[in-house]
């Protein structure tokens, strides 16, 4: 296994973790209910993916 030979200071550690970051989730509209959904996943308010119907959503009356 690697052994440092020198401790790493802040800045070089935190110059190192400048790409870990979260990120938002890409968003789509749903072409079936025009309701917003994550990217390449099943629509939660249709059930809908890709034009087919994926999951049987029950109807709900708010």
């Known amino acids: 296994m690697a052994h440092?030979?020198?401790r790493q200071s802040k800045t070089r550690t935190l110059k190192r973790?400048?790409?870990d970051k979260a990120v938002a989730?890409?968003?789509a509209i749903c072409p079936n209910?025009?309701?917003w959904h994550i990217y390449h996943t099943v629509c939660p308010t249709?059930?809908?993916y890709r034009g087919k119907l994926a999951i049987?959503?029950?109807e709900?009356?708010?």
């Open 33 to 35: 209910c025009n309701g």
């Open 46 to 48: 249709c059930g809908y």
């Open 25 to 27: 989730p890409t968003l």
């Open 17 to 19: 973790r400048t790409h």
């Open 56 to 58: 049987v959503k029950d």
């Open 4 to 6: 440092p030979k020198r």
């Open 60 to 62: 709900v009356a708010e």
